[in-house]
């Protein structure tokens, strides 16, 4: 291992205040919750899961060559005698010490991104143009929840400039806790949007709860709103009541701070004219959609607000590209021709389902080619939910969508909405869905594949990836 360690030994068990049985490990070089993929040198931390406890995996653990295994009291007498480990209190408690621990060694640039839609997507912008002035955090998946937060703090370098961190939500109560973990110079909400209502009485009670990142702020430290939505005002008045020293908006709104002045929208790509803080910037954005642009008006306040280059950071935004199950495009050969599949599959609520529409829409198509969109039900939308969906009918036939393959028994509501020549198929489940979808594809269609993750549309993208090869690049 090349430079300083992640953790010594005897940093990360006083972070955790741990008892050590067993040999003290000179270094750390990593943290894992996960025996698959966890490397000789890190450390395990046991965690529990809602199906799994990690206490059964520390043998394997051992085996592999953890530097050092974290378990609680109750099973220290189990592996007596087996290798190096950290006994603490609650596993999970333990990490979230040593990510405070972590945090308080920084001398970096912290940034902690929250919103019903693009969190992700934002923080994979972060990491892109934040990577391009200085070495960068963030983490490696959507890790936003109340072990990813802290698993993400732990595996941050002393060393870093700076450090991105997304934080989510299922129920009120879970987004403070996480964002005092973080404690960020710079906090967003992307947006609020009716998602997660069988959880919250309104659409207010969820801008309530995003806003409560702006409580975790460092003292005098950034928070960042949204002009655009109907929320704006409320965040902007519970941003004034948290530790806040600046109030940063941005969208298409006259008065935003950070302000779209016009974009070209294409398939592929767009281009975009804002003003910055009173700078005007002009920069192509590598990832299609309207949502995409006016994220990338947070992405620029945030490092404004960190004193990094702007003129380095819209440059690099052109190398955004969308992570995988987020919009991801790929070509594909059919019989007589190519193809394009947008994987939208990990996720979707009524704002990013109608924005992947959207860009279907804008998609071109060749031939006899037809625009596709094959959609699972959203989830936790409570009572709202039956409405929501069939309320997308409007939104398939103004983007000029000819065929909807549709599962699950909320999309049932938007497939008997639908004209019939707009209707592809029904089935009650993703996987009833499948094969008619893989025989429905001809040369010139371009899909879109979109649904909750619970929905399961990840193994329809996996059929048609099977059945269908890569198509060569001049086709």
Known sequence: MSGAPLWTGEQLLQAMGARLVGA?????????????????????????????????????????????????????????????????DDVLRAMERAGVARRRELNAGVVAVTGSVGKTGTKEALRLVLSRQGQTHAPVASYNNHWGVPLTLC???????????????????????????????VAIVTTVQPVHLAAFKSVEGIAEEKAAIFQGLKPGGTAIVNADIPQAGLLWKLAEQSPAGRIISFGEHADSDVRLVSCSLKPDMSTVDAIVLGKPVAYRLGSPGKHIVLNSLAVLAAVEALGADLALAALALGELTPPVGRGAQQVLHAPAGSFILIDESYNGNPASM?????????????????????LGDMLELGE????????????????????????????????????????????????????????????????????????????????????????????
């Open 354 to 374: 109608r924005a992947a529409i959207e860009n279907l829409g804008r998609m071109p198509v060749s031939g006899r080619g037809r625009r596709i969109a094959v």
């Open 24 to 88: 003290r490990p000179a270094e750390i070089s990593g943290i894992s919750i996960d025996t698959r993929t966890l490397a000789a040198g890190d450390a395990f931390f046991a965690i529990k899961g809602e199906a799994r406890d990690g206490h059964e995996f520390v043998a394997g653990a051992l085996e592999k060559g953890t530097a050092l295994a974290v378990i609680d009291e109750a099973h220290a007498h189990v592996f007596n005698g087996a290798g190096s480990y950290a006994v603490v």
């Open 384 to 475: 709202t939910g039956p409405e929501l969906h069939k309320g997308l009918a409007g939104a398939v036939d103004e983007n000029n969508v000819d065929l909807v393959f549709a599962c699950g028994p909320l999309m049932r509501g938007l497939y008997d909405a639908l004209p019939a020549r707009h209707r592809g198929a029904y089935a009650a489940q993703a996987s009833g869905l499948e094969p008619l979808v893989v025989e429905a594809i001809r040369a010139g269609d371009v899909l879109t594949i979109k649904g909750s993750l619970g929905s399961r549309m990840g193994p329809i993208v996996k059929a048609i990836t099977a059945r269908f090869p890569a198509a060569a690049i001049d086709e």
């Open 155 to 185: 595996r941050t370098p002393a060393s870093v400039r700076y450090g991105v961190y997304e934080i989510g939500m299922n129920a009120p109560g879970e987004i403070l806790p996480l964002a005092k973990l973080v404690t960020p110079d």
